[in-house]
């Protein structure tokens, strides 16, 4: 493994590239953000809107997939009250159990700036028997609610005729991955790797699931698809998770902040709807060597906020944990002991970048921190 030089990312994430002087692709974009003409961007997104706006009278004239986090109150606020849009708003629940912040921040969305929710929870059964497979097989437990947050919304926006579809960031470009390319659209999203597809053919094999059931994973057919105009906010303003952080705290969105303090996590107001989602992020860690404390890490020196020397600090100490609460609910979930649950874990450590040392835990052979 090797890091960025700029900040804490290593070359095991999956598509990040890097430059001759040793910095990643997340960092260069970022560092391009100044040469950026935003009040043209900004042109360009009024333009967009005025193409939509309206446009089924006083129904929905786009719409917004939303998870109830911090981005999503933002994302809201800009459609709504500074472009005068009138959204409806898609979402996906993923059948665990939620903590009171995630309660309430959907529930603030809908109050806060007046839209309505169209919420799926996908099929419990289905989602178990998923989730087992995926689980042991590649270390993707969550594959099927991640597929589903990204075709759900492609789905119902053909449905209630809203080509325009509006998401967050754009997720390869900000921090580095295979789709890394800077564009406001966001028809390529299905290939970026969260969602990418699997084969159907895989799972009703193994998995023991229908054709039936995994209608919803299915994005609309190709005719339908080239009707919808998907696109990044993050093209069009600075993207910045902890700005949006602070905009939508002001507008009632609750953090974790008294309810619970998660063990691998670095700050406490991202993917803070559920415990047992958790352990699908965080399993980057025994496969690629990093987690989530990596990845916001990472951001906060870009932002500024820490120095390289202390984003090392913040790695070193929560990346490799993961929140007992997280494995708690996630066996609960899916039926797993917690002994069963941390041999597959196990078996999915990337040998060519950890070793087992004495007592049989598992470090990495080249922390960034051993270079610092």
Same mark, same amino acid.
């Given at each position: ?5 700029k ?9 990040i590239t ?17 040469s ?11 333009a967009v ?8 009278g006083d ?19 800009l459609m709504?009250n500074?472009?005068h ?6 979402s996906?629940?993923?059948n ?10 959907l529930?603030?969305i ?9 919420s799926m ?14 689980f ?5 437990p969550t ?10 919304p ?7 005729n809203?080509? &325009?579809l ?18 406001y659209s966001?028809? #390529?999203?299905l ?12 799972l009703i ?8 059931? &995994? @209608? ?5 057919k190709?005719?339908e698809?080239?009707?919808l ?12 998770s ?12 609750h ?16 993917q ?10 965080w ?7 990093h987690?989530?404390?990596?990845? @916001?890490?990472?951001r ?14 913040l790695?070193?100490? @929560? ?5 007992? &609460? ?17 041999s597959?874990v196990?078996k999915l450590?990337?040998? #060519? ?20």
């Amino acid at each position: 493994m090797f890091y960025c030089k700029k900040c804490v990312m290593p070359n095991t994430r999956p598509g990040i590239t890097f430059n001759k002087e040793g910095i990643c692709s997340a960092c260069q974009a970022y560092e391009k953000r100044k040469s950026i003409d935003w009040d043209a961007r900004w042109k360009e997104f009024e333009a967009v809107c005025d193409k939509y706006r309206g446009m089924n009278g006083d129904g929905p004239d786009c719409a917004i997939a939303v998870s109830g986090g911090k981005d999503s109150h933002y994302q809201v606020h800009l459609m709504k009250n500074v472009m005068h849009m009138n959204p409806i708003l898609f979402s996906v629940e993923d059948n665990f159990p939620m903590t009171e912040a995630g309660k309430h921040n959907l529930k603030n969305i809908s109050e806060e700036f007046g839209c309505s929710i169209i919420s799926m929870k996908p099929d419990i059964r289905t989602q178990k028997k998923l989730m087992r497979y995926m689980f042991e097989k590649y270390g993707k437990p969550t594959w099927y609610i991640d597929r589903l947050i990204y075709t759900y919304p492609l789905i119902m926006a053909a449905k209630f005729n809203t080509p &325009l579809l509006v998401y967050g960031e754009n997720v390869s470009y900000e921090y580095g991955g295979s789709d890394s390319k800077e564009t406001y659209s966001a028809k #390529e999203q299905l290939n970026n790797g969260v969602a990418s597809g699997v084969d159907e053919q895989e799972l009703i094999k193994s998995a023991g699931v229908t054709t039936q059931d &995994l @209608y919803l994973t299915r994005a609309p057919k190709q005719d339908e698809l080239d009707k919808l105009d998907p696109i990044y906010i993050s093209y069009f303003t600075q993207w910045n998770s902890f700005k949006n952080y602070e905009f939508a705290r002001k507008h009632g969105f609750h953090d974790l902040t008294h309810e619970w303090r998660r063990a691998h996590h670095i700050e406490d107001f991202d993917q803070i709807d559920s415990r047992a989602y958790l352990v699908h992020p965080w399993l980057k860690y025994p496969k690629f060597g990093h987690a989530s404390a990596t990845d @916001y890490a990472a951001r906060m020196v870009r932002y500024g906020i820490v120095t390289r020397d202390e984003a090392i600090g913040l790695v070193k100490e @929560y990346d490799g944990k993961l929140d007992p &609460l997280c494995i708690r609910d996630f066996c609960e979930f899916c039926g797993y002991s917690e002994t069963e649950f941390w041999s597959i874990v196990d078996k999915l450590y990337n040998e #060519e970048i950890f070793e087992k040392d004495i007592d049989g835990s598992w470090k990495l052979k080249n922390p960034i921190w051993a270079h610092s």
